[in-house]
């Protein structure tokens, strides 16, 4: 397993400003998640992110609005740029950890940064 | 491609009866499975996972789920709610790509 760490835990911040997520894991890992959970819905992938290469965007979600940083196997952030009351969701970080023997993937997730825009 | 239904958004039991929250898959592979809890205010946390051994997962809080292909389902059952199993419950597969689809998410009331 993993445990992860974010900051903020929640934030409330006004229209136009941009926030900066930090998650920090407790073990080198090499795939790093970062999802959107908007009020009342399931989660949706925003971008993958793999230390020393460029993170990898979902389907409506570009650098510009959300870049990435990975500068190490324990470490990452998510900007949320020019924000708007769109944007108030519930931020998760998470991580990929290979099952021992059998080779299986399982995705750990971090306690969420809950922001809201006035 | 792959995705997952949870087949009720709201299921509500009266404490100590049995808890049955469905989930029905689509895959093209094998797929792994998940099931993860979400309590207020809190992050996701894993309750178990199905990746071909057993069909029969057991987990943590004494949920269990049981993998059947026939009927591509992963339902996820408890047999005696307590209080503290009131939370979201988010069913997940997973491809050989390790690719995670989420359900939309049902959320489980208990009753006293």
């Known amino acids: 397993s993993a445990v992860i760490s974010q900051k903020p835990s929640r934030d409330i911040c006004q229209r136009g400003t941009s926030l900066t997520i930090q998650c920090q894991v407790d073990?080198?890992?090499?795939?790093m998640f970062w999802y959107r959970q908007q009020p009342g819905q399931s989660l949706t992938l925003i971008a993958t992110?793999?230390?020393?290469?460029?993170?990898?965007?979902e389907s409506g979600f570009v650098i510009d609005k959300f870049p990435i940083s990975r500068p190490n196997l324990t470490f990452s952030t998510l900007t949320v740029s020019n924000m708007s009351p769109e944007d108030s969701s519930i931020y998760l970080c998470?991580?990929?950890?290979?099952?021992?023997?059998?080779?299986?993937?399982?995705?750990?997730f971090g306690p969420g940064t809950r922001l809201t825009v006035l | 491609a792959q995705s997952v239904t949870q087949l009720d958004s709201h299921v509500s039991v009266s404490e100590g009866t049995p808890v049955l929250l469905r989930c029905n898959y689509s895959?093209?592979?094998?797929?792994?499975l998940f099931w993860y809890v979400q309590h207020p205010n809190k992050g996701l946390q894993l309750l178990l996972k199905?990746?071909?051994?057993?069909?029969l997962v057991k987990g943590i809080n004494g949920f269990e789920a049981e993998f059947k292909k026939s009927e591509t389902s992963f339902h996820l059952t408890k047999p005696s709610a307590h209080m503290s199993d009131a939370a979201e419950y988010f069913c997940v597969v997973s491809d050989q790509n390790n690719d995670m689809r989420f359900g939309a998410g049902t959320r489980l009331t208990v009753k006293p």
């Open positions: 199905y990746t071909s051994a057993a069909t």
């Open positions: 998470s991580v990929e950890v290979r099952d021992g023997d059998r080779a299986i993937d399982t995705q750990y």
């Open positions: 895959s093209s592979y094998s797929p792994s």
């Open positions: 073990s080198q890992v090499t795939m």
């Open positions: 992110a793999n230390q020393g290469s460029e993170a990898t965007y």
